[in-house]
Each structure stands twice: as structure tokens, then as C-alpha cells.
């Protein structure tokens, strides 16, 4: 060996391994793959309800929209209620006593739907707050609808509430002092966008009693111009 000559290291001993015939594959009890496989069906179940539910909502909407009605005097559009139509001869200003807009129940029948800008020819505009002028519309329209005397009941208010509007409704029977005359039904809805207000009065009776579920979503349809 010459000087300064460095010998080689010696390899390293290879270290001992895991026995891999004594490792075995990670099992799952069936009542754990029962589990996984219910749950993914619920969560496949769960995301084709939402899509259906979402399909449902547009073409309800759509639906509702090809029966939205304008009207440029009164300023607004609406969606007219199923089973409602204008007023023939009657859908304008110039022909009512209030309001723009009359709607009639298809195919005739008792009851009438009016709607309007309220501005200062109705005393209800004098009221700021809507729930107080939605009342006050109400009580005007049956005093000059039903003047027979009788007595006010059931009376309710609730708020609504819009894509484009929000506002109160006001609802009440009219108990009439004649046995022989049905009870009368006025609806009223005050709402507003901005500075600018509309109302729904809603005439009806015990034979062509006021669908308050309709006449909400009627007023809460309405869409400034």
C-alpha cells in the first residue's frame, strides 16, 4: 500500500425490513360500507331535489311573468292573480272612480280588484305610515261599496314585503245588520318604492270570498315603471 493511500469504506449492512407477509390489507366492516353507501345515495337524492326545486321555482316565475300586466297611467306592473282579468272598458283612469287598473273574475262572477298610484286623491295618501293608510283606504272602500250599517270584524294587517316594494295590508269583514245579506270582504295593501306608493283593494263577499294568500302576493308583484 503506498503512502497516503485511503483504503475503500466498507459497505454498509443492509437493515432488516418489515415482513411484508405479515402485513395485511386494511379491511371495512360491512355496516361501515352500508353507512358510506347510504350516505352518498342521501347526498345524490339531496343535490336532484335541489336541481328540481330550482326548476320548479324558474318556471314559476316564468309563468308568473307572461301574466304581468302594465299599466303606464298608474306607473306600475303587476302580476294579474289566476282566474283574473282586466276590466273590459274599465282599465283605465278615465273610467274609474279609483284608482288606474280594474280586474274582473274571468268568465264573470262577484267581487273586483282595484289598484292605483295613491297620490292626493285618495285621503289614505294623507297617512305616511302604510299600515294607517292601508286602514284608511279600507274603511273608505267599504264605507262606498257595502253603506249598508253593520259591524267590522276579523280584522287583520300584515306586512309585505316585495322584490321592488314592501308595505302593510290591512284585511276586515263587514257583519251586516240584515240577516239576508252575506258579509262583505275588503282587502287593502299600501306599498312603496322609494317616494312613490301604490294600493291593492281587494272587494269580495262570503259567495266570492277575497283570496288574502293572492291578493298578497298580487300586491307584493307590483313593479315601479
Not at 94 to 121: N, P, T, Y
Not at 130 to 135: G, V
Not at 176 to 190: G, L, N, Q, R
Request: glycine fraction near 8%; aromatic fraction near 8%.
Amino acid at each position: 500500500m503506498e503512502p497516503n493511500q485511503v483504503w475503500p469504506p466498507e459497505p454498509a449492512a443492509a437493515l432488516p425490513g418489515p415482513d411484508v407477509s405479515e402485513i395485511s390489507e386494511p379491511t371495512v366492516s360491512p355496516r361501515i360500507a352500508r353507512g358510506v353507501i347510504a350516505l352518498c345515495v342521501v347526498a345524490l337524492v339531496a343535490s336532484l331535489a335541489g336541481i328540481g326545486y330550482s326548476a320548479f321555482l324558474q318556471l314559476r316565475r316564468s309563468h308568473a311573468e307572461a301574466n304581468r300586466t302594465v299599466s303606464r297611467a298608474a306607473g306600475l306592473s303587476f302580476v294579474t292573480p289566476d282566474g283574473w282579468q282586466l276590466m273590459p272598458q274599465e282599465s283605465d283612469d278615465e273610467h274609474l272612480v279609483f284608482g288606474q287598473v280594474a280586474l274582473q273574475r274571468s268568465g264573470g262572477g262577484d267581487g273586483m280588484i282595484l289598484l292605483g298610484k295613491l297620490d292626493r286623491s285618495l285621503f289614505a295618501a294623507a297617512e305616511s305610515d302604510d299600515t294607517r293608510a292601508a286602514c284608511a283606504l279600507g274603511s273608505g272602500m267599504g264605507e262606498f261599496f257595502f253603506p249598508d250599517s253593520g259591524k267590522r270584524v276579523d280584522t287583520e294587517t300584515l306586512d309585505l314585503e316585495g322584490r321592488e316594494v314592501a308595505g302593510e295590508s290591512c284585511f276586515y269583514r263587514i257583519s251586516f245588520d240584515t240577516a239576508s245579506s252575506p258579509e262583505a270582504e275588503i282587502y287593502s295593501a299600501v306599498v312603496q318604492s322609494g317616494d312613490r306608493r301604490w294600493w291593492v283593494s281587494w272587494i269580495g263577499d262570503a259567495k266570492a270570498p277575497v283570496d288574502k294568500a293572492a291578493a298578497e302576493q298580487l300586491a307584493e308583484s307590483i313593479r315601479p315603471l
